[in-house]
């Protein structure tokens, strides 16, 4: 059964607003760094037809996917797919090919080399408005000067299901509630032009969400937010992938943040895929050391569970 967007928002204001710092309550701690992550301890498979069950269909696809400008590769050789209830963070260094991947991701940049798909077809095979139906973008730069109100931007999200551009009830209703899930519901009458970064970045995700798509594709979705809003943005994320099966894919500075909430990790350097899984194989200090250009202590945190990822002291500067 699907949930409601606004089932989403009354359970991530609830977390929000413990005293505490919300967990990701959909997801069990991670196991400590030492616990096997294979399966040998299930002992063999039964045999016959019943025991093996059917791969889930990836929703998006990266083939050795690659981009470059002049002689500059931006993106080199990326792989990795997205299945329905995964969220997954692309981690790395300024500069290390994050927001060029998901603008090949969505289309907006033709790779030099490699493929796209999203649901089993070719993203540069589908036009716009079917591209629209499958996956949504919350970019970094949400555009300041629009001159509609936060309701009218988040009901743009609506235009897709739409043929003739008219709002109904029904979109008015799955719009407020998107606002109220990403806690910018106070905000619907407010003209988007005058709203701070923050507020700007609670509205575009809410315009993502009234989409409803089956991929959610996220550039740095808690610049600009207080410490607050960072939790209330990753829960909400969260919750939509846990609750409806889709899938997202963020772009995050923050280490801890990432650990928390992600499922898996793509961690870039140079354009490159350094490491991908699971937290606990993707930060490692050794990998974060060579990648980042710093000592780093990574601990659990001692209630959560979670990974938590210090940054201890500048290393040399890299010969890279």
């Known amino acids: 059964m699907k949930t409601?967007?606004?089932?989403?928002?009354?359970?991530?204001?609830?977390?929000?607003?413990?005293?505490?710092?919300?967990?990701?309550?959909?997801?069990?701690?991670?196991?400590?760094?030492?616990?096997?992550?294979?399966?040998?301890?299930?002992?063999?498979?039964?045999?016959?037809?019943?025991?093996?069950?059917?791969?889930?269909?990836?929703?998006?696809?990266?083939?050795?996917?690659?981009?470059?400008?002049?002689?500059?590769?931006?993106?080199?050789?990326?792989?990795?797919?997205?299945?329905?209830?995964?969220?997954?963070?692309?981690?790395?260094?300024?500069?290390?090919?994050?927001?060029?991947?998901?603008?090949?991701?969505?289309?907006?940049?033709?790779?030099?080399?490699?493929?796209?798909?999203?649901?089993?077809?070719?993203?540069?095979?589908?036009?716009?408005?079917?591209?629209?139906?499958?996956?949504?973008?919350?970019?970094?730069d949400s555009g300041s000067e629009l001159d509609f109100t936060a309701l009218e931007v988040v009901l743009m999200g609506r235009f897709v299901h739409n043929s003739r551009w008219r709002e109904s009830p029904a979109d008015r209703q799955i719009a407020l509630e998107a606002l109220q899930a990403a806690g910018a519901r106070h905000l619907a009458d407010r003209t988007f032009r005058t709203l701070s970064g923050g507020e700007r970045q609670r509205v575009v995700l809410a315009r993502a969400l009234a989409q409803e798509p089956q991929i959610l594709l996220l550039d740095e979705p808690t610049a600009n937010l207080d410490p607050r809003f960072q939790l209330a943005a990753m829960e909400t994320v969260r919750q939509a992938v846990d609750a409806n099966g889709m899938a997202a894919l963020a772009a995050l500075h923050d280490l801890t943040l990432a650990a928390r909430y992600c499922d898996k990790l793509l961690l870039l350097h140079q354009g490159r895929v350094v490491a991908a899984g699971p937290p606990e194989t993707v930060l490692q200090p050794v990998i974060l050391a060579e990648v980042y250009g710093v000592t780093v202590t990574v601990e659990r945190h001692p209630r959560l569970g979670h990974l938590v990822v210090l940054a201890d002291s500048l290393l040399p500067a890299p010969s890279w």
């Open 4 to 140: 409601s967007i606004g089932d989403l928002g009354a359970g991530r204001v609830a977390r929000v607003a413990s005293t505490a710092p919300p967990a990701a309550a959909p997801r069990a701690p991670a196991q400590p760094a030492t616990a096997p992550r294979l399966p040998a301890d299930r002992g063999p498979e039964p045999e016959g037809p019943s025991s093996a069950q059917p791969a889930p269909v990836p929703l998006l696809k990266a083939e050795a996917v690659s981009y470059a400008v002049g002689k500059h590769t931006l993106v080199d050789q990326v792989s990795f797919h997205l299945v329905p209830g995964e969220y997954w963070g692309i981690v790395g260094p300024n500069g290390a090919g994050k927001t060029t991947l998901l603008r090949l991701l969505c289309g907006f940049l033709k790779p030099s080399s490699g493929a796209v798909h999203v649901a089993g077809q070719r993203v540069d095979s589908l036009q716009p408005n079917q591209l629209a139906r499958h996956l949504a973008l919350v970019p970094q």
